[in-house]
Each structure stands twice: as C-alpha cells, then as structure tokens.
C-alpha cells in the first residue's frame, strides 16, 4: 500500500491545508507548502498537482469572497483581466505542450530576483494607493493576457508577479493588489482543476481532508490581510518571492546537475 493512502495522514494534510490556505490568502505561495507535503507523503507526482489544485482552489474561492465582501475589488473593473487572462491561459497552456519552458525556467528567478530587490528597496511600496503609471483598461487587457499566457504555460510565481504589477503599475496598496491577484489566481486554479479532474488525476478525499484546512485559513488569512494590511503582506510577501526564487533555482540547478 502506498504511502499516502494512510488514513492517519490526513489530520496532518488538514493542517497543511490550513496553513497554506493562510499564507496564500495572505500573499500568495500557498502552493510551496501544500505541494511539497503530498510529494513527501508519497502521492505521485500528476496526483499531487491535481489534488493540490482542487484543494487550493477551494482555499482561494473562500479567502476571494471574502474580500470581495468586504469591498477591496470590483468585478465591473477585473473582468476585462479575466476574460483575457482565460484565452491566454488556454493559448498558454497549448504551447506549454508543444514548446520547452526551459527558457522561462532561467527567465522568471530572475524576473522575481529584481521585483524582490525593488521592494526591498522601496519600503513604502504598497502601504498606500499611488498614480497609476498604467492606463487601467489596458493594463487588464495587457497583463491580463500575458499573465494567463505565463499561467497555462509554466506557472510558478504568478501570484506575487499579479501583486507587484497591480502595485507598481496601478498603484494599488497591497491589500487591494492582493485581492485582485486572488481573482486571478481563482481563474486559473478553476480552468486547472477542471484539467485534471477529467484526466482522473486528482485524489478527492486528500484534496477534501486538505480544503477543509484552507477553508479556514483562507478566511484566516484574508482577515489577518485586511485588519493589519502592508505592515503583514509586506513580510510575508517578500518571503513567498524568496522562497519561489530558492525553489526554481534548486529545480533549475538540479536539471542541469542529471
């Protein structure tokens, strides 16, 4: 029997959950926890991305109503971004299947390398709204497209790329920026979960033990978000980046190494 089929590691996965789903509402990266701990636990690889999807989704719909019920986004103003993020997610994820990705592999640590020294040294980044430097219609229809282009594509970091352009670009205070980088991410999470589910790929009571914890720390994470604002997702912000650029450093390293 496998590792994972244990009955007595699902309370440990539930807590799992309910630590990502709290991080992820927070900032982002949820997913650098829970995916990591179905791995460990022995679910194979094309079952874990797919259980891990499900899960987050679940986490991701809950922390995203509640910001939505506590008015820090718009749908009248974000569905132009979702629209164009679904056909570039769509489109992304047809040449994720025709196209390597080791380009980007080298590209994007670099990429959250430089958004991560920016906001090092921009301390007041994200505590208040700015101008925005970027016409709001076409910033979603740009960026929405090519975020969900880079989404289907490859994936990781797409989070904290939503959150440090809807800050530096819009001038959204990072509560706000988070809330809307949550739509996103629950597109996409959608549109991938559904992926994975008609390719049987996804263990349903891992993935419900798991929900259950991001329930929680979805709506954990959302408050603590919206009652303490910058001075938390700052932090943590900047550790999600840094952890995502450690992640895909080690991974790129370790494809070069074999």
């Known amino acids: 029997m496998l590792i994972y089929l244990s009955h007595f590691l699902l309370p440990m996965l539930f ?16 997913g650098l926890i829970s995916l990591p701990a179905l791995l460990s636990v022995g679910v194979p690889p094309h079952v874990a991305l797919g259980t891990n999807k499900l899960q987050a989704t679940i986490g991701t719909f809950v922390a995203t109503r509640s910001y939505y019920r506590k008015g ?31 380009i980007l592999k080298t590209i994007i640590p670099v990429l959250l390398l430089a958004i991560l020294a920016y906001t090092l040294y921009s301390p007041q980044l994200g505590y208040e709204d700015k101008k925005p430097k970027f016409n709001e ?6 960026f929405g497209f090519i975020m969900g282009f880079y989404d289907g594509f490859f994936g990781p970091g797409t989070g904290s790329l939503w959150v440090f352009c809807l ?13 809307y980088a949550k739509v996103f991410n629950l597109k996409s999470n959608v549109i991938a979960t559904v992926c994975f589910a ?5 263990d349903y009571r891992i993935a419900l ?20 604002g910058a001075k938390l997702i700052r932090p943590i912000f900047i550790c999600v980046v840094s952890s995502t650029i450690i992640t895909l450093a080690y991974k790129s390293y370790s494809q070069l190494g074999s």
Do not use: C, E, P
């Open 15 to 30: 807590i799992v959950g309910l630590i990502a789903g709290t991080v992820d509402a927070i900032a982002g990266g949820g």
């Open 72 to 102: 820090w986004f718009s749908l009248t103003t974000i569905y132009k971004g979702l629209v164009f993020g679904f056909v570039g997610a769509v489109l992304g994820a047809i040449a994720g299947q025709m196209v390597s990705s080791d």
């Open 137 to 142: 219609f076409w910033f979603y229809v740009i």
């Open 167 to 179: 800050t530096f670009f819009l001038g959204y205070n990072f509560t706000k920026a988070t809330a």
């Open 198 to 202: 008609v390719g049987q790929n996804i």
């Open 209 to 228: 033990s798991m929900a259950a914890g991001q329930i929680i720390g979805g709506q954990l994470g959302a408050h603590l978000a919206i009652k303490n």
